[in-house]
């Protein structure tokens, strides 16, 4: 695998770019080595400056669900191009993209789109505590919901009630309303309903975690969170930032059995251009600015080009319908793994969910944070060069989905699977 032109550009890169990237987790910290730069993308494959060729599990990290440069979206954008892309006042692409997202989700009437998936998280605990007026916010070990300062918080060790800021520059105060539950544990939550008993507006979570590797959440849990709520008044706020759109047309909530108040989005529904939302029915909607008195605002929020990508993006998946065929794929690629673990001798646990999907290095079930962080580190990092090495490209991270593209061809999951029957191989000698 030749890689000059990749570490010549990373040195280049490092001196005004801090750490060479724009996201920390391209840095390739947790595997080594310097990062690939990219060239172009095409379909289900990605070409970086050396000229390697790799099928692309990444997909800018969930956005890209149709590949890499659809026609669909591409004239779309070509479209929106000729015709002006921010004006500062409303047009009608963004009633379309309104339109086709309230219908794919049953209890939402009204959205309101910001430019990411952090920004409509926060704008989204502001409606929850505006409509409730609590304060404090329930969220769990391993979830991820943005860089915001009130929930870049500690994986609490089980119930912790108040947590530590995860990072440097968020002041305790940032975080003293954000309260730490654990995934699939029902105790950890009614512990802290009967600790601040009038204090919780609400309880964000993801229905199915992405972002400590793929988790799925229990039936019970599910049904004991949300039972929990409605008896507390407390409210629910799914973040489908990740889940929307990919497991079905709508969200994963409905896949479930999860009702949200609030649903915040991003990722898909700009199709690889900047853009987040949230959403509720009405009567939570109403508090939001200019109907209510909880303000929000966005320079470039709704701009033509992310309506335009995301709308086509929607579109094009409603006619594709590629559900059945990613769980198809999927569930090929997760024999494909337990059959050439056992070859090789090596402990995995392959977690998936529709396109989303996660081989965990560990012999032990993996159900919340706890349990995925005793995966083994290094033997992923021995994985992931080889898989490299073999032309499949993955996020440089155990803790994170692999994400399926509906462009992925037969031919490019027969190479995948003969890239991990000898990426085990390189990790059981390593
Ligand atoms: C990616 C992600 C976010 C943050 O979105 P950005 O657009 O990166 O700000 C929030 N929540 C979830 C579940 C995500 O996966």
């Known amino acids: 695998m030749k890689t000059t032109k990749s570490a010549e550009l990373y040195a280049k890169a490092q001196q005004h770019l801090v750490g060479g990237v724009n996201s920390p987790v391209r840095a390739f910290k947790s595997v080594g080595g310097s990062p690939i730069f990219i060239e172009k993308g095409l379909g289900s494959k990605i070409y970086d400056v050396d000229g390697n060729e790799y099928i692309d599990f990444v997909q800018a990290y969930g956005p890209m669900i149709l590949g890499h440069r659809a026609p669909a979206v591409e004239s779309a954008l070509e479209e929106t191009l000729k015709v002006g892309y921010a004006f500062g006042a409303t047009t009608e692409l963004e009633i379309q993209l309104a339109e086709i997202v309230c219908d794919a989700f049953p ?110 959440p229990e039936p019970a849990f599910i049904e004991g969170i949300q039972k929990l709520a409605r008896e507390n008044n407390i409210l629910i706020i799914v973040d489908e930032v990740m889940t929307g759109f990919r497991s079905k047309f709508g969200g994963a909530q409905d896949l479930i059995g999860l009702k949200a108040d609030i649903t915040t989005f991003g990722k898909i529904i700009g199709g690889g251009f900047p853009v987040g939302a949230y959403g509720a029915r009405d009567e939570i909607m109403q508090k939001v600015s200019p109907l209510g008195d909880m303000y929000q605002a966005g320079t470039l929020s709704g701009n033509p080009m992310s309506m335009s990508a995301g709308l086509a993006t929607l579109k094009e998946l409603k006619k594709q319908n590629p559900y059945a065929q990613f769980e198809k794929n999927a569930a090929f690629l997760e024999e494909t793994f337990y059959q050439a673990a056992k070859k090789h001798g090596v402990d995995i646990q392959v977690n998936r969910f529709g396109s989303m999907l996660t081989p965990f290095f560990t012999a032990e079930k993996v159900t919340n944070f706890k349990t995925a962080q005793q995966a083994d580190t290094q033997k992923f990092k021995t994985f992931f060069w080889a898989m490299m090495e073999k032309g499949v490209f993955l996020p440089p991270s155990q803790f994170e989905s692999w994400f399926l593209s509906s462009a992925m061809t037969q031919e490019d999951l027969q190479k995948v699977a003969t890239a991990i029957d000898y990426a085990l191989q390189q990790v059981a000698n390593s």
């Open 107 to 216: 209890h939402m009437d009204k959205v309101r789109f910001v430019n990411s998936g952090t920004e409509a998280v926060f704008s989204a605990l502001r409606l929850a505590r505006a409509y409730t007026g609590k304060d404090k916010i329930i969220k769990f070990s391993g979830c991820y919901h943005g860089h915001a300062d009130s929930l870049l918080v500690a994986a609490g060790s089980g119930v912790a009630t108040f947590s530590l800021p995860d990072s440097k520059g968020v002041p305790a105060d940032a975080v003293k309303n954000t309260i730490i539950a654990e995934y699939n544990n029902l105790e950890s939550v009614k512990a802290l309903v009967e600790a601040f008993p009038n204090d919780i507006a609400a309880m964000i979570i993801e229905p199915i975690a992405g972002n400590m590797g793929v988790v799925l």
